[in-house]
């Protein structure tokens, strides 16, 4: 099976307002658990930190943050304003280094990635509606709850951080390719194998438009180091990932979206563009079939508004957890891969959809997309 390096485009668009606060000093070893995330980022540098204002020129950190032990799993918690902050309960800053060039940047990944003796990599890029802090924060959950192997990076794009920066989003995603292209292709030189990209929200967004701009101005073998792709609810017009991907032409395999039927954040999106759906929220994978894809539908799991099901939820959590292995999993015949996932598995032309259940609830019962969610969604 081929070492993979993990690029994961995620982090919760619609989470509550946070920003970075620093641990208490004295803090001890064993009240909290240190994450390290390599960052690069396109936002521009103001007398507050890293804001939404964009930045031509990349910047490049390393932060590491404090997981706090006494918590649910996917719990992203923050110190509230009533108390002093808690290590065991929050959150917090342990460090932050920003590198003078991106060749440091380069070099100090490279020398972390001799230190643990690995060659995988794990990038997380946001959605939309992120401040600089909560994209960071939910990396180090997201990397720690899900226990990836391998170093963590994360693209910070010039996210708004409000609700009502829909459109200054969008056209930051574009604005943000040339800076992603670097990171990956830093990331590459620095001495990662494969890179796995999985994206969040607008970071699918991000990702597709960066395969392709890549493809067409350096061909095939600019992918060559992108070892697969996973989107997580993706807030991305099928017609435009579709167009997308016939650019790029052989998808990077695997190629894994986890979608929700239910995913009512994704259904607002829609609306505001006037469209059908979005690729995250599709009822079948008919409009893809062409495409060779395999689509997770989480909608059994929903929590909330559905809309980070994987980032929030313990039971995915714990599931994706179990199949980071994927790389060959996803390579196998669909008749192969029945036992793999709780769910039922439908192929269509290319693409394939796997309608995931908890263990309790027949796949053919959450098959039917009027099933009530109570019954559906009692994740084991």
Known sequence: MRRLVFIVL???GCAARGDFTLAPAGTGVGTGQPEEIFVATTRAKGPDGFGFERSEAASFLRYEVSIPTDRELGELNWPPKTRKPDAARDFLLLDETQFASSADFRQSLQDELRQRGQKDVVVYVHGFNNTMAEGVYRVAQMHHDLQVPGVAVHYAWPSRGSPLGYVHDRESVLFARSGFEELLNQVAAAGADDIIIVAHSMGAFVTMETLRQMVLRDGTHALDHIAGVVLIAPDLDVDVFRAEAHDIGKLPQPFVVFGSSRDRVLGVSATIAGAKGRLGNMDGVDRIADLEV??????????????????????????????????QAFRDDAREKVGLLPGLI?????????ILTPSSVPARDCRDRQANPAECGAAQ
């Open 10 to 12: 995620l982090v919760a």
């Open 294 to 327: 395999t689509y997770l539908d989480t909608a059994a799991y929903n929590v909330g508004v559905g809309h980070l099901n994987l980032g929030e939820n313990p039971a995915l959590l714990k599931l994706f957890g179990g199949v980071i292995g994927i790389d």
């Open 346 to 354: 439908l192929t269509v032309r290319s693409a394939t959809e796997v």
